[in-house]
């Protein structure tokens, strides 16, 4: 009995308010106290777990009064029952008139979405998130911006369409610190990327370091990626120097300095970084990235040692072996990829991406083309939408010279829209491309093209997307 005693004395703290809430004479002209008490009676309900009478409390409520957030509670009530569209119905009404929903409004953004009415989803969110800033929930309305910019992203086709709506955002008052750091760095990644400034870089970091002082190390670490990404190493390593006052002696400390100075095209230090890191943490994956600078610098056999000892650690890890198949891959070197890639799928010869990715090896260099056909066909088998793997065969009976084949797949693969969408689109465009020039065919391509700024947005969300792992 103690239990339900405590929960009576919390509905006598609670409901009081509730009702000075919902049914402030001052405010509703209908104000009636059955009502109140039928609403109340479902309040009650709801809190031990009847969902059936606090449904049948909530109805009789809403006949004996109009009140608007009697209709609110109900809808809610609603929405948990099997009468969940009457629910949303009633839900909808009410935001469509101004009621302020807060984070319900949610149900109607996921409604729609589900209906892929995608003009009205993004105005949604955006009315969703007003409302939450008019309730002082900035941290969750600024999680709605984010999710706005995810699902909007493919319908920027200019890059000042993209910064609008961002400089739209970080004029909001009160806006979460993180939220703000994870927006800014979304615009300084666009900029830098779309309009090729770099100056853009330093110019945000300079300014939000006058503003609040020292800034999170994931925001450091995105101008350092970008500025590795336009080859400014002089300004990366002002970037670097930021990030190790921060990690000094911790393991990112040792990787983000072998990462640098192999980025620089200096082998030697980016070595002694990476073993320092082995040498203070034994058990992390700074092994894999020491092997990737000596892959780098073209040191194979000093690279394979620390495969083959990783690799004997852990014989059954099939990401271990698609990570390393990869970086070989990345070398350029094919007898050093495909020896790898046979070894890999003698290991593990169901797994997709290790078939295909082999198979894309061999037709690339345009060698053991039955055998690259029979693999992507078994890949395919396992996972027959996967747009890479249909691309991939394409590519094979291209180079195979079956060219009509090759462009039927990949017309078939442009006709769905999706792979427009895909974060490989350049490479798969690209191979379109070129089989309808061999076919002479280029003129059906005149008025396809990709959405660049929908790709750069994508890529910064994605890194951005640490700022708020790290920091949430």
């Known amino acids: 009995m103690r239990i339900k005693a405590i929960n009576i004395v919390i509905m006598i703290i609670i409901l009081p308010v509730i009702s000075a809430t919902v049914f402030p004479a001052k405010y509703y002209y209908n104000y009636d106290k059955r009502a109140a008490y039928h609403f109340l009676g479902g309040m009650i309900y709801e809190f031990y777990l009847d969902p059936e009478r606090a449904a049948a409390s909530y109805e009789r409520a809403s006949e004996l009064s109009s009140s608007e957030h009697i209709i609110f509670q109900r809808s809610l009530q609603l929405l948990q029952t099997e009468r969940h569209d009457e629910g949303y119905n009633m839900l909808y009404e009410l935001f469509r008139s101004g009621f302020n929903t807060g984070r319900y409004g949610l149900h109607i953004y996921m409604k729609l979405s589900e209906e892929k009415k995608d003009m009205r989803t993004a105005q949604i969110l955006s009315e969703v998130a007003s409302h939450l800033y008019e309730k002082g929930q900035t941290l969750t309305a600024a999680r709605i911006f984010s999710q ?8 920027y086709t200019e890059g000042s369409q993209f910064t609008e709506t961002i400089g739209h955002i970080l004029s909001l008052e009160d806006i979460n610190l993180t939220y703000r750091y994870y927006f800014e760095s979304i615009l300084m990644q666009f900029k830098s990327r779309y309009f090729g400034n770099r100056s853009e870089i330093a110019e945000t970091v300079e300014r939000l370091e006058t503003e609040y002082g020292t800034l999170p190390y994931m925001f450091y670490r995105i101008a350092f990626e970008e500025y590795i990404h336009h080859e400014d190493y002089k300004a990366a390593k002002k970037m670097l120097d930021m990030m190790n006052s921060i990690t000094y002696g911790d393991i990112n400390y040792f990787a983000d300095n072998a990462e640098f100075y192999s980025s620089a095209n200096d082998p030697n230090r980016a070595v002694r970084y990476a073993m320092e890191g082995i040498r203070e943490f034994p058990q992390s994956l700074l092994v894999l990235q020491l092997a990737s600078v000596y892959l780098k610098a073209g040191m194979f056999e000093e690279a394979a040692i620390i495969y083959d000892s990783v690799l004997e650690r852990y014989p059954e890890n099939e990401l271990f072996y698609s990570i390393i198949a990869s970086e070989y891959h990345k070398t350029g070197s094919f007898e050093h990829a495909a020896e790898f890639y046979q070894n890999a799928v003698s290991v593990f010869p169901d797994s997709p991406q290790l078939l295909n ?60 829209g999706d792979v427009f969408y895909h974060e490989s689109a350049e490479e798969l465009f690209a191979h379109y491309s070129e089989i309808k020039e061999a076919l002479g065919r280029s003129e059906d391509l005149k008025y396809m093209s990709l959405n660049r700024t929908a790709k750069i947005v994508s890529e910064a969300l994605n890194r951005s997307g640490r700022i708020l792992q790290a920091e949430l």
Request: net charge negative.
């Open 148 to 155: 706005k910019l995810s699902d909007r992203m493919y319908y």
């Open 357 to 416: 990715n082999y198979a894309f090896l061999l037709a690339e260099n345009s060698t053991d083309l039955e055998k690259a056909l029979e693999m992507v066909n078994k890949a395919l088998y396992y996972e027959p939408d996967a747009i890479p793997f249909i691309d991939t065969k394409a590519w094979i009976y291209y180079r195979m010279g079956e060219t009509e084949i090759a462009e039927s797949i990949l017309e078939t693969l442009f006709k769905s």
